[in-house]
């Protein structure tokens, strides 16, 4: 009888383990089924991610640090809740206008088989484009709300994948350094890498960027390198750094989101940032208008000679909104002169005093009397300010904005992205949508598919660009090309285009004013529709446009979009975009320091004869940057164009219905 007995109660044991091995374990495919999500309860909650049955994320753990306890061990595994998701919804801005969304879901459920039986749910969302999941933080027996030290996301990544990373030297950052192409074995440990980092799985033919989406009321993430995974690092609070988010219960984290093909252009099609962000909160939307803007500063303020006192004055501004007027730009510009602000401080532009105050500027400018004057010339006008002087006076300054005429602003130095920093964020896009104000972030973390709840946030910088020609000789083409691998999949970003002026690299000096680039002519042109922005500059003198061949694209090209697509692209050399507006299209390739021949294909065109209007590089633009060719062709879709690409050099295309 005993020994009946015990063989009974091994078996009971088996058949309960098995049962428990198929309850914790969990699978998920994305519509098309060619990306798997495996989810497991091991001694901690693990995943992994497949494309086209490839491993590209191996057992990955997933573990969270209260401030009463880690929380990961001794979990049981819930009923799972599944789903999918089919939606079509617009963007007002954006590289599309009408974006389809469909997905698959699950909720796991994991809770604390011990005191104090926490719950923590993780939802996971396959899209045939990529993969996302975030935590969910319902409401607790007796726990209002929750602290959280660390979220221990890891990326446990597959063989050595080529990334293209940029390292940040700690959380106080403006977004802004070079990206390094290397082996996940050489890359360095225990530093900071900015997301979106992009990643290329050779074995497995694949393309990976890791990033994250929708962060609203949390801190925001970065990668490190640590014990042979990708660990996520939460962007901690100025006054107390182990606490890392704060908030009332239930809560949601952002969406950790892989962006997955085996052609790198869909990585930079994709919408998957916007499928995840919140619907839009903005009702009356008929006065958001994107367009492109001077920018004073980038070239120092220079004005004509028949302006003897160039600087925040009436005369001034006058003289842009009248360039801008006759050249078709929307928005003008008016920030400072000679790192003084338009309005009262005593401080720098960089470094406010403390004495400012943004509802009174400086007693040699009019707001209302330049406002009046733009709007009497067909011209919207834009304020720089920085956050702090902004922050006090949010409500008082919106309203004063508003009665002035002003119709957005850039908002700068921000230079962190902790949970303070994200609600400030979102607080002044809120506030600025009740004065129809729109917002340009400067100084600020990456975009994170919130053009979609606030499309009256118009762009982003976070990234290290033209700006840097004023101070530093070190921005070239290597770096343009990566920008569209990396960043630019998080979103729209300000850039400082529309130099005009090209020296060779050994030539390029820095000047603050009147900085020059080192890109040809078609470079710089093609920056235009190749890096996503609503709001792009034109930011060189006007004097540097006149008369000059290829003016009238940047004239001309829109800011927002039907459609997007990539017809070709290779990670660090080249790449070619095309965008739809009605029934034209746009299409724009920059190019590395290597000239080369690429072949377009048209195959993104509807039926039917297009008469094509090009500028390609000269046959001496290596030497002469600001040199360039106008031709005019008729193509189909079944054509294919061969572009010859300078070193450093670009091409664009204007495709008209015939």
């Known amino acids: 009888m005993k020994q009946i007995n015990l063989k009974a109660v091994s078996l009971i044991c088996l058949l309960a383990s098995t049962q428990l091995h198929a309850q914790t374990s969990v699978k998920l495919t994305s519509p098309d089924g060619n990306i798997g999500f495996t989810f497991r309860l091991a001694e901690t909650p693990v995943y992994s991610v497949a494309y086209k049955k490839k491993v590209l994320i191996a057992d990955s753990p997933l573990t969270l640090e209260f401030d009463d306890g880690p929380f990961g061990k001794n979990l049981a595994l819930g009923k799972t809740v599944s789903r999918t998701g089919d939606e079509t919804y617009d963007l007002i801005v954006g590289k599309a206008k009408k974006v389809h969304s469909h997905y698959r879901e699950i909720t796991l459920p994991l809770k604390e088989r011990k005191a104090p039986f926490r719950e923590v749910r993780l939802t996971v969302r396959a899209f045939d484009d990529g993969l996302a999941f975030r935590y969910e933080f319902p409401e607790q027996a007796g726990k209002p709300s929750f602290v959280l030290y660390d979220e221990s996301t890891t990326f446990n990544l597959s063989g050595n994948p080529l990334g293209l990373v940029m390292y940040l030297p700690n959380y106080r950052t403006s977004h802004e350094d070079f990206y390094y192409r290397e082996r996940f074995d050489k890359m360095k440990l225990d530093k900071l890498i900015e997301m979106p980092a992009m990643f290329e799985f050779t074995e497995q033919k694949a393309y990976m960027a890791v990033t994250e989406a929708s962060v609203l009321n949390y801190a925001g993430m970065y990668l490190s390198k640590e014990e042979g995974l990708l660990c996520g690092k939460l962007s901690p609070n100025l006054d107390n750094p182990q606490v890392k988010v704060k908030a009332a219960l239930p809560h949601k984290s952002p969406w950790r989101v892989m962006i997955i093909s085996d052609r790198v252009g869909a990585i930079i099609e994709s919408n998957i940032l916007t499928n995840l962000a919140e619907p839009c909160k903005i009702e009356d939307l008929s006065w958001i208008k994107p367009g492109k803007t001077s920018w004073m500063w980038w070239n120092g303020g220079k004005v004509t000679d028949y302006i003897p006192a160039p600087g925040n004055n009436f005369q001034t501004n006058k003289y842009y909104i009248d360039f801008c007027a006759a050249n078709k730009i929307q928005y003008h510009a008016v920030s400072d002169y000679a790192d003084k602000a338009w309005y009262t401080d005593d401080g720098t532009t960089g470094d406010p005093g403390p004495n400012y105050d943004i509802t009174k500027p400086v007693k040699t400018l009019d707001m209302k009397k330049i406002c009046d004057y733009a709007q ?189 697509r990539v017809p070709d692209a290779r990670t660090g050399e080249y790449i070619i975009v095309a965008r739809k507006k009605d029934n034209e299209w746009w299409a724009g390739t920059i190019n590395n320091s290597t000239a080369r021949n690429v072949k377009m294909s048209l195959d993104f065109l509807d039926d039917g004869d297009y008469q094509v209007e090009m500028y390609v590089d000269a046959p001496d633009s290596e030497t002469n940057l600001n040199h360039l060719v106008k031709q005019t062709k008729t193509l189909t879709k079944k054509d294919v164009l061969e572009l010859s690409l300078a070193a450093s050099g670009g091409a664009v295309m204007h495709f008209k219905k015939i």
């Not at 529709?529 to 930011?539: D, P």
Request: aromatic share 14%; charged share 20%; glycine share 6%.
């Open 376 to 564: 009497s010339k067909g011209v919207n006008i834009m304020v720089w300010v920085h956050w702090k002087v902004l922050h006090g006076k949010i409500d008082e300054a919106f309203a004063l904005f508003e009665q002035w005429g002003v119709k957005g602003m850039m908002i700068d130095y921000m230079d962190r992205d902790d949970q303070e920093m994200i609600l400030m964020q979102e607080e002044f896009l809120a506030k600025a949508a009740k004065h129809h104000l729109f917002v340009q972030f400067h100084g600020a973390s990456k975009p994170s598919g919130l053009h979609r709840t606030y499309p009256n946030e118009f762009t982003r910088e976070g990234t290290k660009n033209y700006e840097c020609h004023k101070w530093q000789a070190d921005i070239n083409a290597d770096h343009d090309i990566n920008i569209p691998f990396t960043r630019l999949l998080a979103g729209a970003t300000d850039y400082h285009l529309g130099g005009f002026r090209a020296v060779t690299q050994q030539e390029l000096k820095a000047k603050w004013t009147l900085p020059f680039v080192t890109s040809t002519r078609c470079h710089m042109l093609a920056m235009y529709v190749v890096l996503e922005s609503y709001l792009h500059m034109v930011a060189d003198y006007p004097e540097a446009y006149k008369g000059q061949q290829g003016f009238d694209w940047i004239q001309t090209i829109p800011t927002v979009w039907d459609e997007t």
